[in-house]
Each structure stands twice: as C-alpha cells, then as structure tokens.
C-alpha cells in the first residue's frame, strides 16, 4: 500500500488543487492494486437483461478487501468504499444514481482509466450536450426528466454551436454502433456512470461537488516583495523576545484543566439529573437556570475553578455580590462590569459611557471610588479626556487581578459560600422508567 | 534628522486617522495608526525597541495611541537587498525555532502517559434537522443550549430549537453559499454572510408571523466572500473573516469598521475568539496554511503557525484559552500550545486521507471532535492522540461541528442538507 508520505516543506506549499491531486493519486494506487488479478478483489462474470459484463465485484468483497489492506473496521472500509464511488472510480451496476458502496452483494464494476477523475480534460457543458444528444439520437424519450432539463437548457444556451454538438453525437452514435454488443454497454455503463459523477441529479452526491473557489492561489507568483521580508522580520524579532513558558509547565496546565473539569463533561461523565437529548426530558436545563434559588452541586462546584468561571456564570456572580456586600468591597466588581460593558459597547455610547465611570469610580471623593495604585489611576484619568474602547484595559486589568488573588479565595472560605454549598441541589438520576411514565405513556 | 521620526507630526483624533508626518520620513510612506493603549499605559509587556524595531509610544499626545512606523514602507536602506533580507529572514527564523526548542523540555503524549485512558465512548444520534433544500454550510449553537442557527447553499438561515425540532425563524438571503452564520450572545440576534460579501445581523422577534428578513442589516462589507463571523462578548461587535485575505472587527450599530487585521497571504476561511479572562485575541486559519493570532485592540499579529500543508478549514480554541486546534486539507487535525508558541500535536492516521473540515473540542477539552470530508466525525483523545471513536451517518462532507455550550451534545452540519445533535 502506496500511501504518500508528505513531509513538510518537502512539496513546500501545496495548493487545493495539489493536495487533492495527491489525494486522487492515493485513491489510483489502491483502485490498480484492487483489479489485480492475483491478490485483488474477487470479481466475476454477471448478466446484465441479455447482456455477459465481466469483471463485476460485490459490494461486500470489496469491502471485506478494503478492510483486510487497510486494517480498519468494516464500517471504515464501507466509508472508503463510498468515496471511491462517489469520486467515479467505482460504479453501480444497478441503482446508478446512489452513489455509495453497499456491503452486500449489489455488483459494482471498476471505471476505465480514461473517465478517472486526474484527466486533463475538465467535463465541459458542450461535452454533456453531446452526450445527451446522442442518447436522444439513440433512441427518443430515454433521457431522465432532470436530464431532459438539463438537455432543453443547453440546448438554449449552446444553441450557437448546436450544429457541431448534433454532428459530434452522430459521429460517436456511429462509431458506437461499430462496437460489438458486450462493449457496447460496457461503455454505455461507463460513460453514464461518468456523468452521474460529473453531473449529479438533484440529491445525488458526488464528491466532485465542491464549494467556491478559493480565490487566492499561495503557489502563483511567490514574489516577497522586500517590504513583506521586512515586516516579516519584524514579526520574527518580536516573536524571538516575547516570553514563553516551558513545555513542561504549559503542558501540566493543560492536563490539570482536563483533570479539573472531566465531571463535568457531559461526554466523559453522566450529567445529573439526566443529559436531555437523552431522555428528552429537560429538566438539567431548569435546574440550571440564569435565576434558580438552589443551584446544583456540580455548578456550584465549579465556581471554586477560577474567579472566570464564577463571573461568567451569572448566578454564581450574583452569589460572590452577595458576599461582597457583607465585605463592603463591592465597588470593584461593579468597576470591572461597567469597564465590560464600555468595552463591548456601541461605539456611540462610548463617551457617556466613559463620563459616567470617571463619576463613579475613579474621581476623588467618588461614590463607589477604587483602590487602585497612583500610577494606574493617573493614565485611566488622562486617558479618559479622549476616551475610547480600550481605555480602561490597565484599570480593569489591575482589579481583576486584585479580586483573583485576593477576594476570590476569600469568598471561597467565606460562610455566603459555605451555605450556598450546603443549599445546593443533588438532582437524583433519572430512571427510564420514570422518564416512561412522566411522558404520559 | 531627528531621531524622532514623529517629530512635527498631528494626530488627529478617530478611529482610523491618517497621519501627516514631519519630514523625517520619505514622502509616500504611510502611518499604520493603531488604536489602542499606549506602551506607556499598559505595563504588561515592554514593548521594546531593538534596532530597526518599529514600535513607539507616543505619550506627549493626549490620544493615547500606539503608532507603529512601518518601516517597510521605506525604500531599501544602504547595504540591504533582497537578498539580504531573505538571508536575515532565514536567519531570524532558526533563531525562533532554537528558541522554541530551548523551552521544549517535554512532549504531550509524556505528560498524557500519566493519565488514564477515556472509556470507549458510544455516541448516537438524538435529532435530524431536516428542512434545507440544499448543502447545510454552517452552523453556530444560542447560549440557551437548544437553539441553533445553520445555513444552507440555498441562500436560507433557518433558526432551530433543535430540542423539539422546531423550525422558529427564516431568513432568506439574496445570495447562494451563505458560509457563515453566528448567534448574538443575548440570542435575539443572528448573523449570517457569504458569496454577498457582506455579514448581515437579522435581529430575531418573538412575533413569528414577522418578516424577519425584512429587519436585516449589513454590517460588514468585504472584498471577497465571507468565510466566517463570530459576536465578540455582545451583540454590539461582530468579528469577519474574509476571502480577501483580511479579518475584520465592525460595530454593529454604526456598521463602522473599528479594526482591519491583516497578514494572510490567502483566504481566510475562520476565526475564533478567545475564552480568556482578557477575551482580547482571536485566532484565524487560511489557505495560506498559517493559523494566525491577533490582538483585537491593536490589529497585530502576535503569533503564528505554519505547520499545515494544506489550507486551514478550521480553527478552534481550547476551552481554557491557552491552546487551539486545527482542522486542513492535508487530511490532519493539529494541536498548539500557545504559552509555548508551538505546535504539540498531530492528529492523523494513514486511513484517513480525506481533508478535514471542522474541529470542536468537548467541555473539558479531552476530547476533539473533527468532521471530514469522507462523511465522517472522527474524535480524537487530546493528549494521546489517539482516535476514540468514529461516527457515520451523514451521506455527504461534514461542513461543521459544534459542542453545544454546556457540553451535553455535538450538532454536525453537513452536505447532505442535514444537521445532525449526538450525544453519548
């Protein structure tokens, strides 16, 4: 198995087109060494109405083969085994519209080389206009509704080049006649099968569907000019000095967060009472409601994480209020809110918003003032004259800082969380049974 | 000349001035003004200046602004060219590298032995939302936990209540290929935009006999397609990310641009903000195969990764701010750890050489969900990276996948004209 390794820097920037190209030569490698005749799949001879084709496999031999070379599930095989047909390397016998390997003994047949989809040349609409016109020379009436949709509108629209279309669909419709029978349909099979790739009915997928384009193209022209060297540089200089943390203890932060939350991951850890797309039944979102009296253990918990945790869930903000106001210290929680908002506001309210701050907090003798350092103080005050989003960043900055190292632990210890601990909920879990009746069943 | 280059020079006050410079400098070079705080002000980082560095602090005005010459605007200085300057970039790039390497004193799947292994994980499906008439494109889930807002090829933003099935709202829009869609954090808003070039917010009314689509507003207006877009901490801000190469920050009452980011060489096909205490940065991926990150009040690109070879579909942060992932083309998803300024992990296996669409992380962050291109969701455990499950189902490419916000299911979006909710 040729899967090609790709070492960074080694094809140096690869475009959409190049990494796909890549992908397509991975999937030929496999398609090759499955039509081998010794160690490929099991194929054998099958009859189509009157027609013998050769060479047709079943959908589960291929995906047993898939499955013993690749050393994945039987699940994965059958993905992989959709894919090649939905590129067009694969193609159903019956069912030519579903574009997905069944594991069952539906026939499949392996698509010549030529209609693969690396081809130089891109299916034109002129190409499908032949196609289907020679179908209809064929015989009157044969074409699907969506293609004779699709033939009224080229018909429309090519309709300046419509004589060379008729002339190459006879030319094709005549040498296809020369064929013997057997080839004749083969080709037939093969040549349909291309276009419900390239031209897929409404609710048929193909993988060749792709989104827009992407407009810039990374390989085209890499001209660094001398000024993005030079930015570039600059970048580089302040990347060198800005400090970094050792593997070790980013990497130990990490796992501690993981450590610290895995209960409370719904997916590594039931929720209680129940996770509602479970049961159906909601009741772990009530219980965890913006305004609940009680809320659960588990959330209450998870204040004690981080002072972040305990602002960002509002109920937990209201209960550190709550001893707050026992402490008289109040002020700074309502500085770092009101600098929130002014930073995620319009930018309208900017300088109300900013004089009304100045008033509150930070004038002498204001009613709700902040302890923060002269220094800190004297640049908000300047900066206020001219305020803008940013302003009170130092500020703001300084007073969490102060509520994390300080206040937080305290109210942690603090008798407002020991009772709200003690008040907390621990929903029971919910039985199926329970769940059953509840439903009115 | 004087050494200060802003010597005689005003600044005037706004958003985005232009600044008329003293002589000091050549004439057509341009000022990039930054809004934001002054080195002077802000004592968190020095922001030094070592030779031919770019940074000044400008505080004997009374805007406090951070100026940043560019010099690259200059002609070439005496004794430097091209080739020099390559040279030097080589040169500063093994540097960074060796200083990366000096701090690289442990590798993840390390530091992952010491943790148990996740128990084998079944996830089904609870919830099809079917309604799309086309490719289902995008996706992004209401704080409420229920709701979510998708987008379709079909020109249509449908808002679910994914919980009863419920279709609430419509909006149609006048283009096809609407890439991006967002929620409001008070969820009485979406956002949504694509091949129109433009991010609209929609607000949303109880009233369900309303025309929502008539309420529309564009506030932002790109170059080139809109890949994706995302609320900052309030509905009043809205952050794009663009096919032009740029990301961009927009008020949304006024439709005023506050902030231009640029550095990719390529599309930008998504962004995520960060979950921090300080929510400041943001993180961009693009076809450029960089992820970058940026500091929101003043437009820099503080850091930046290259090690995809392919374009970046995705990125997505780390629950606790301090890492992210990606998801590429090239068939891998990959881990960085930002405090380290490296890359920690790749998430591949040689059976999987389809690209890779979207990644979300589950709540703890152990988990990585990742949608593919081969119809599938692969789910990857973090730290030993390792695949823990695979999930089938959708029957064409996974576009998006989402934690719902409090972790109790994964909503996957895909071409099939589905969205799909799992759980465990």
Not at chain 1, 162 to 167: G, L
Not at chain 1, 233 to 256: D, E, H, P, T, W
Not at chain 2, 171 to 195: E, K, N
Not at chain 2, 215 to 234: E, L, P
Request: contains cysteine; hydrophobic residues 35%.
């Amino acid at each position: 198995m040729t899967f090609i390794q790709v070492n960074s820097h080694k094809y140096g920037r690869l475009s959409e087109e190049c990494s796909q190209l890549l992908m397509f030569f991975q999937l030929e490698a496999i398609v090759v060494e499955m039509q081998d005749p010794k160690n490929g799949v099991k194929n054998s001879v099958q009859k189509l109405n009157v027609t013998t084709i050769p060479h047709a496999a079943a959908g589960n031999d291929i995906i047993a083969w898939i499955n013993t070379k690749m050393k994945t599930t039987v699940e994965e095989a059958q993905v992989f085994g959709t894919m090649l047909v939905a590129y067009g390397y694969i193609y159903p016998l019956k069912n030519h519209n579903k574009l997905v390997m069944c594991n069952d003994s539906s026939l499949y047949r392996f698509q010549t080389p030529y209609f693969w989809p690396t081809q130089k040349w891109v299916p034109e609409d002129s190409d499908y206009a032949i196609y289907l016109a020679k179908r209809n020379i064929r015989k009157k009436g044969q074409l699907e509704p969506y293609e004779q949709t699709h033939y009224n509108h080229l018909h429309e629209w090519l309709n300046h080049k419509w004589e060379f279309i008729v002339m190459q669909a006879t030319e094709q419709y005549k040498a296809g006649r020369d064929r013997n029978k057997p080839d004749r349909v083969i080709f037939d099979c093969q040549e349909r099968a291309y276009w419900m790739v390239n031209r897929p009915p409404h609710r048929t997928h193909s993988a060749l569907d792709c989104g827009p384009e992407r407009l810039i193209d990374p390989n085209t022209e890499e001209r660094i000019s001398f000024d993005q060297y030079r930015r570039v540089n600059v970048f580089y200089q302040q990347a060198i000095m800005r400090s970094k943390v050792k593997s070790s203890v980013s990497l130990g932060a990490l796992v501690k967060y993981i450590t610290t939350y895995k209960n409370h991951d719904p997916f590594l850890a039931p929720c209680q009472p129940s996770n509602p797309w479970q049961t159906d039944h909601d009741a772990y979102w009530t219980l965890n409601m913006r305004r609940v009296e009680a809320p659960t253990k588990m959330r209450v918990e998870r204040w004690s994480f981080s002072l972040f945790e305990l602002l960002t869930d509002l109920r937990g903000r209201d209960d550190f209020k709550i001893f707050l106001k026992k402490e008289f210290s109040g002020e700074n929680l309502a500085f770092w809110e009101a600098a929130e908002e002014l930073k995620w506001g319009t930018a309208s309210s900017m300088s109300t918003k900013a004089e009304t701050i100045f008033k509150t907090f930070l004038a002498p003798g204001a009613p709700r003032w902040i302890n923060i350092d002269g220094r800190t103080m004297g640049l908000t005050v300047k900066g206020l004259e001219h305020p803008h989003r940013y302003v009170l960043e130092a500020a703001q900055t300084h007073v969490f800082l102060l509520m994390k190292k300080d206040t937080f632990f305290r109210y942690l210890k603090s008798p407002t969380y020991k009772e709200i601990q003690k008040k907390a909920l621990s929903p029971e879990t919910h039985s199926f049974r329970l769940v059953f009746f509840t439903n009115g069943n | 000349m004087s050494q200060d280059p802003l010597e005689g020079c005003r600044i005037s006050a706004g958003k985005k001035s232009a600044v008329s410079l003293g002589k000091a400098l050549h004439p057509p070079n341009l000022l990039v003004v930054v809004e934001g705080t002054c080195g002077a002000c802000v004592a968190a980082s020095p922001v030094s200046a070592p030779e031919g560095s770019c940074s000044y602090n400008v505080a004997h005005h009374h805007l406090c602004v951070c100026v940043r010459v560019c010099m690259a605007w200059q002609g070439l200085q005496k004794g430097e060219t091209l080739a020099s300057l390559k040279q030097e970039s080589e040169n500063l790039r093994r540097k960074l590298e060796e200083e990366r390497g000096k701090l690289t004193d442990v590798e993840l799947h390390q530091v992952a032995e010491k943790v148990e292994t996740v128990a084998a994980l079944s996830i089904k499906t609870r919830r099809v939302l079917k309604g799309h008439g086309n490719k289902v494109l995008s996706m992004d889930w209401c704080k409420d936990k229920r709701r979510l807002v998708s987008s379709s090829q079909d020109g249509k933003v449908i808002v679910w209540d994914a919980f009863t099935l419920n279709k609430e709202h419509g909006i149609t829009l006048p283009c096809t290929w609407v890439m991006a869609c967002a929620y409001a954090p008070s969820g009485c808003a979406v956002a949504c935009g694509g091949l129109d070039n433009k991010c609209s917010v929609v607000p949303l009314s109880l009233d369900r006999n309303e025309n929502v689509t008539a309420k529309k507003k564009s506030v932002a207006m790109h170059t080139n397609y809109v890949s994706g877009c995302s609320f900052t901490n309030s509905d009043m801000q809205l952050l794009t990310s663009s096919g032009d190469g740029t990301c961009a920050l927009w008020d949304v009452e006024s439709g005023q641009l506050l902030q231009s980011f640029h550095g990719h060489t390529a599309d930008v096909l998504s962004l995520d903000l960060a979950p921090s205490e300080t929510g400041n940065t943001f993180v961009s991926g693009g076809c450029d195969m960089k992820a970058n990150v940026w500091d929101m009040r003043s437009g820099q690109n503080i850091q930046s990764f290259d090690n995809h070879q392919s374009d970046i579909n995705c990125v997505k942060y780390y629950p606790s701010g301090d890492a992210f992932a990606s998801a590429s083309d090239d068939a891998t998803c990959r881990f960085y750890d930002l405090r380290a300024d490296r890359e920690v992990a790749v998430y591949q296996k040689d059976s999987i050489i389809f690209g890779a669409s979207s990644v979300d992380f589950s709540l703890s962050g152990r988990l990585l969900f990742a949608g593919y291109n081969d119809y599938t969701i692969n789910v990857w455990d973090v730290l030993k990276g390792t695949r823990v499950s695979v999930l089938f189902g959708h029957e064409n490419r996974v576009s998006r996948v989402r934690v719902s916000p409090d972790g109790t299911a994964l909503c996957s979006a895909s071409w099939d004209n589905t969205l799909r909710v799992s759980r465990t």
